[in-house]
C-alpha cells in the first residue's frame, strides 16, 4: 500500500477577496527580495489558512499559474511546522518569475522564521 500524500485542500485556503483584505489591514508584512509574506491572527484556534497572490505584473497565464503552484507546494510541504490559527498571505514579486523553486522554498522559509510562524525549525 503507499504512503500516504501529504495534501494541502483547498479548505485550507484563503480564496475571499474579503479574507485578502483583512490580512492586508491588520497582519504584519515580511518582506523579501522574490516574495512578501503577510500574516494575522485569526479568530479561531484551527488549522492555518494560506492565499498565494501572482499578479499579471509577472507575465503570462502560465507563468503566473507555475508561481502559485511553487508556493502552494512550498507550504503543503512544511504545512506541519507552520503554527495553527493564523492566515497567511504570500504575494511573488516580479523577480520570482525568474528564479527556481528551490529559491522561492528559501526565501519563503527565511521570511517564515523572520514572520515566526513556525513551530519547529526546519
Known sequence: MPAKR???PKSRRLIQS???EHVKK??????GRLLLIGVVSSNDTGPFRAGFVTSRALGSAVVRNRI?????EIVRKHQREIVD?????T???V?????AYEQLEAEWLRLAKRASILATPC
Do not use: D
Open 6 to 8: 501529504l495534501t494541502f
Open 18 to 20: 474579503a479574507e485578502f
Open 26 to 31: 491588520n497582519g504584519h508584512v515580511h518582506r
Open 68 to 72: 502559485r503552484r511553487y508556493l502552494r
Open 85 to 89: 490559527g493564523l492566515w497567511i498571505v
Open 91 to 93: 504575494i511573488a514579486r
Open 95 to 99: 523577480s520570482a518569475a525568474r528564479v
